[in-house]
C-alpha cells in the first residue's frame, strides 16, 4: 500500500499524503469515498472484538478475504506490474511488518477501548518523521517537533495514568497500539520504495505474504476456534467490505482529492471508533483519557497542517 491503516491494511486514518503525490485530477466523487472509507475504518475494531474469534486467526482471515477480493479487482481493472526481484523483498519485508502492525491493533483492543487504542495509534506520521531521522539521516524538522511532544504527553494521558481505571490494563493496550503504529510506519517506508507497483497490487500481495506467514499458526487456532454464524459474518465483512472494498474506495479518493482534503477527512476515522465504543459497547473514557485523545488528536492535526504549508516551498526548491 502507498500507504496503509490499518487502517487500514493499510491504516486508513494514518498519514496519506504519499500515497497522493499527484494532484487530484478528477475531483468528482472523491469526497463520498474517502468519507466511506474512513467510516469503514472506524467500525473495524467493532468486527473484529464481534467476531469472538482468536487475534491471529482474524488476521489471516482478513488477509486471505482481503487479499482475494483485491486480486479480483487488479484482474478486472488489469492493473498488474511484474515486481522485480528486489521489489519483491521489499514487498516480503512489507508484508510482514503489515501484519505484525494488525496483530498488535487488534490485540490492543482487547487491554483498553478501542477509541483509545486507535487515537494513539494515530501517532504514527511521528513516529515515520523519527524512523526517516534514522533510517534515511533527514534532518527532524524542528518546527514541528512540538507536535511530537504534545503527542507522546497525549499518549501518556490516554493510558489512564489519572488512575479512573486499571493503568495496567489500559497501559498494554496503549503500548500494544504503539507497537501496531511503529510497524505501519515501517511498511509505510517500505512501501516508498514500490514507486513502480500500483497501489492495490502492493497491498494484496502483502496480505498474500501475511496470509503465508500465518497459515501455519492460523490452522492451529482455527481447530479450537468457535466459528458462530455471528464470527462468519464479522470476518467476511471484515475481509471483502472493510478491506478489498474499503482499499478500493480509498484508493480511488486518493486519486480525486488533494493531499489537504485527504488528511482532513481521515479523521473520521477516530471519530466512528470513538462513537463505536461509546454507542456499541458503552465505553466510558475518563477525563484524562478524553483529554489524552484531544491532545493527540490536535497534534496529528498540527502535523499535517504544517506538512501541508510546507509543500509548495519543497517542490520550489526540488525545481531549482
Known sequence: ???????????????????????????????????????????????????????????????????????????????????????????????????GNWLALFSAYRYSSIAVATVVYHVQPFLLLVLVAVFQGQALPLRRLPWLGLALVGVALSSGLDGGQASTTSGAGVALALLAASLYAVATLLTQRLQRIPAAQIAMLQMAVGGLLLAGPAWLEGGAADFTARAWTAVLV??????????????????RLPAQAIAGLSFIYPAMALLVDLLWFGARPTPGQWLGMAVILGAVWGWRRGAEKSKPKQAVTQGK
Open 1 to 99: 500500500m502507498k500507504t496503509l491503516h490499518s487502517h487500514g491494511a493499510a491504516n486508513p486514518g494514518a498519514d496519506h499524503s504519499p500515497a497522493c503525490g499527484a494532484a487530484a485530477t478528477t475531483p468528482q466523487g472523491g469526497t463520498w469515498r474517502m468519507v466511506l472509507a474512513m467510516a469503514l475504518s472506524g467500525t473495524i475494531g467493532l468486527l473484529v472484538v464481534e467476531s469472538g474469534l482468536p487475534v491471529l486467526l482474524v488476521v489471516w482471515l482478513r488477509c486471505l478475504l482481503g487479499g482475494l477480493g483485491l486480486a479480483a479487482w487488479l484482474l478486472c481493472a488489469r492493473q498488474w506490474v511484474v515486481p522485480t526481484g528486489r521489489e519483491w523483498g521489499w514487498v516480503l519485508l512489507g508484508g510482514a511488518a503489515l501484519v
Open 238 to 255: 471484515l475481509g471483502l467490505v472493510h478491506t478489498a472494498c474499503m482499499y478500493t474506495l480509498m484508493y480511488a479518493a486518493f486519486q
